[in-house]
């Protein structure tokens, strides 16, 4: 059975030059996890090749990357969170099954063979402790934001959204500032969301709503 992925691309008109922050400049994916998908279904769209996925590149100075591995290692624990490059399913949450493509209510974005490639080849650059030239820096007054460390190309695949998975339902009231849809059913009680208060990776501290710590 097919299941969903949140990706971040980064999705810029003007060039970004290094240094600059690359917060707020991030645009959400929705698309099949390729690890699984079998078939397509009438309700899924493919991505123009127009903008296909480019995939990052790691910063060349060894010492350079240290320190950007430091600074998410640094945000992490001042949250008390673990990381996590992939989506989990606690016990008392939404199971893996509920995961399903087949429930969204709409279109969902194929990747194509191009796009897939550079998403399995990001993965893997991350098994191997290779991570986008990204480093956080804490401001007093917006809280964590992420910063471009090297020249970042336009459309470049960041990062997979991950964290733990469970139904909005059960979420209704929750004030977490750093949470995103995973899946609109259908049938609402079984829409699904991200939620990064225990665990995740960089993209929490990218596309938090508001990372502010008062």
């Not at 493509?101 to 993965?123: H, W």
Request: proline share 5%; net charge positive.
């Amino acid at each position: 059975m097919s299941s969903l992925v949140r990706l971040l691309v980064l999705d810029v008109l003007n060039t970004r030059l290094e240094g600059w922050e690359a917060q707020g400049h991030l645009c959400a994916m929705q698309a099949l996890d390729s690890r699984k998908r079998k078939r397509r279904t009438s309700t899924l769209v493919r991505h123009k090749k127009s903008r296909r996925l480019l995939p990052y590149i790691p910063s060349k100075d060894p010492d350079q990357r240290l320190q950007q591995m430091g600074s998410l290692a640094s945000a992490l624990t001042s949250l008390n969170l673990e990381f996590s490059n992939d989506l989990t399913y606690p016990p008392s949450m939404a199971p893996e099954s509920a995961n399903k493509a087949t429930l969204e209510n709409g279109r969902i974005q194929v990747l194509s063979k191009g796009d897939i490639e550079t998403y399995n080849k990001c993965r893997a650059m991350a098994k191997r402790g290779e991570y986008p030239p990204l480093r956080i820096v804490f401001d007093h007054d917006q809280g964590y934001t992420v910063h471009a460390d090297d020249l970042i190309k336009h459309m470049t695949l960041i990062a997979e959204y991950t964290g733990d998975v469970d139904y909005i339902k059960n979420r209704e009231k929750d004030d977490s500032d750093s949470m995103m849809t995973l899946l609109l059913a259908k049938d609402p009680i079984k829409s699904l969301v991200i939620r990064t208060d225990k665990r995740g990776n960089i993209a929490r501290f990218i596309s938090g709503i508001n990372n502010h710590i008062p």
